[in-house]
């Protein structure tokens, strides 16, 4: 069975699941038990979302798991908080490892106390997949949400998800691959933003777009009250959400924005953070340099908008921005851009060694092509950031990348067309099924 299509059963897996039934070796209840982990906050809400697909299918499921306030709103009475296994970091995972040890045990007694039909673990694939291995060989139906990277590096790590899953659920197409050739059952269903992402701010006006972010952000107004009918270009600047990348990756961009001014005055840049503290660091790196790049950058936090960098990015004529989800939400926003970043040499040479990909941008990983430039490492100066900046803005180059985020977009959505709750109940059936 190729691993990126939906089985043809599908419709008669649904029917049957809604209608309570269960396999003949699993208990005689009429209730389906789904264990459920979600490691981090940004779990949290795809493990809602897939909650609430599985709620709409039928109405008798019983949950058991760990999960935020999203999860708990879909039915989930959280065994212990989220923030217990939202551990990062090498070091604080290895100061936490008897707690988490501690957790798993926890959890295992729960799914045997609650006799669990499947098991989902979101992300955290640390965790999760330890679980899932101990539950797989018990006759729980296993899933692991969210592919770990072995598409990029390790693929070795395969083997270890084939002995913990039945089921992966994969955010991207091109993740499917290395599935297919461990003949492992691999389905897209999808990044959530191509779910959540507000539909408005592609379709309005750019103007009007720009309009609204200011008349809704004080400091917005003030900025842009002193640059009436005076402004060329605005472009949006992500240099990441994490201190580190804020500190590495902001001066090499103010480097260039430096430059840029020096050739068009008139350009307006604007920071979007994610939150009050990010805001003072960025302010804090910005207040060390010239007059001049200070008073044409504004740095906003808005918390009365959850998605006030989506509405910045769309407001924008393009986007100076580090790796990682950001490139994305760009990409799906129609919005060109330019992707700086670096990291530590050791970490970087280490990283060139492991990975397999030739890209760090999402669009460009999507495309199989370099559709979006990426200044990394010693590319990542003030100069060559102000040249490709330049480049991007010329109305050819401009359209050209525009058209090329636009058609990849298109692909993805079109290879991302099933749900997550339909995706594992189809499986689920094929296998147990027959």
């Known amino acids: 069975m190729p691993v990126s299509t939906v089985p043809s059963k599908a419709t008669e897996a649904s029917i049957k699941v809604s209608n309570g039934l269960k396999d003949s070796h699993q208990s005689p209840k009429n209730t389906l038990v789904i264990?459920?982990?979600?490691?981090?906050?940004?779990?949290?809400?795809?493990?809602?979302?897939?909650?609430?697909?599985?709620?709409?299918?039928?109405?008798?499921?019983?949950?058991?798991g760990v999960g935020g306030s999203q999860m708990q709103a879909q039915g989930l009475q959280s065994i212990f908080p989220l923030s217990r296994l939202a551990?990062?970091?090498?070091?604080?995972v290895l100061s936490q490892l008897p707690d988490l040890f501690k957790a798993r045990r926890e959890l295992l007694t729960a799914f045997a106390a609650a006799n669990i039909d499947w098991f989902v673990g979101i992300d955290a694939p640390d965790f999760n997949l330890r679980v899932a291995k101990k539950l797989k060989p018990k006759g729980v139906f296993c899933v692991q949400y969210v592919s770990p990277s072995i598409w990029a590096w390790r693929e070795s790590r395969i083997h270890g998800i084939k002995a913990a899953t039945h089921l992966v659920l994969c955010l991207f197409p091109f993740e499917l691959p290395v599935y297919e050739r461990h003949d492992h059952p691999a389905i897209c269903v999808g990044h959530p933003l191509l779910h959540t992402m507000d539909q408005t701010l592609i379709e309005t006006p750019i103007n009007q777009l720009r309009s609204e972010l200011v008349w809704h952000n004080d400091g917005l107004q003030q900025f842009f009250i002193e640059r009436f009918d005076n402004v060329s270009q605005l472009i949006c600047v992500m240099p990441g959400s994490r201190r580190g990348e804020i500190t590495?990756?902001?001066?090499?961009?103010?480097?260039?924005?430096q430059r840029l001014l020096l050739l068009d005055p008139k350009l307006c840049f604007i920071i979007p953070t994610v939150d009050q503290n990010h805001q003072y660091i960025v302010q804090d790196v910005i207040d060390q340099r010239t007059e001049q790049l200070r008073s044409a950058i504004a740095v906003i936090y808005d918390e009365s908008q959850p998605a006030f960098s989506q509405q910045a990015m769309a407001a924008s004529d393009m986007v100076m921005?580090?790796?990682?989800?950001?490139?994305?939400?760009?990409?799906?926003?129609?919005?060109?851009?330019v992707i700086v970043y670096q990291l530590n040499k050791l970490t970087f040479?280490?990283?060139?060694?492991?990975?397999?990909?030739?890209y760090v941008g999402l669009p460009n990983i999507l495309a199989g092509d370099a559709i979006v430039p990426e200044l990394?490492?010693?590319?990542?100066?003030?100069?060559?950031?102000?040249?490709?900046?330049?480049?991007?803005?010329?109305?050819?180059?401009?359209?050209?990348q525009l058209q090329d985020l636009v058609t990849t977009k298109q692909i993805l959505q079109q290879q991302s067309n099933h749900d997550s709750a339909h995706s594992v109940v189809e499986q689920w059936y094929m296998q147990t099924k027959g």
Not at 87 to 92: N, P, R, T
Not at 248 to 257: F, K, S, V, Y
């Open 349 to 358: 040479e280490l990283a060139k060694r492991l990975v397999k990909v030739p």
């Open 376 to 400: 990394i490492q010693e590319q990542a100066t003030g100069d060559n950031i102000c040249r490709t900046v330049l480049r991007v803005l010329q109305p050819r180059a401009y359209g050209e």
């Open 35 to 64: 264990g459920i982990v979600a490691g981090e906050v940004s779990g949290d809400s795809l493990g809602a979302d897939f909650m609430a697909q599985m709620n709409n299918l039928r109405d008798d499921i019983v949950w058991v």
């Open 87 to 92: 551990v990062m970091g090498l070091v604080e």
């Open 321 to 337: 921005l580090a790796s990682g989800t950001a490139t994305l939400e760009a990409m799906l926003l129609e919005r060109p851009m």
């Open 248 to 257: 590495a990756i902001l001066p090499l961009m103010l480097d260039g924005i």
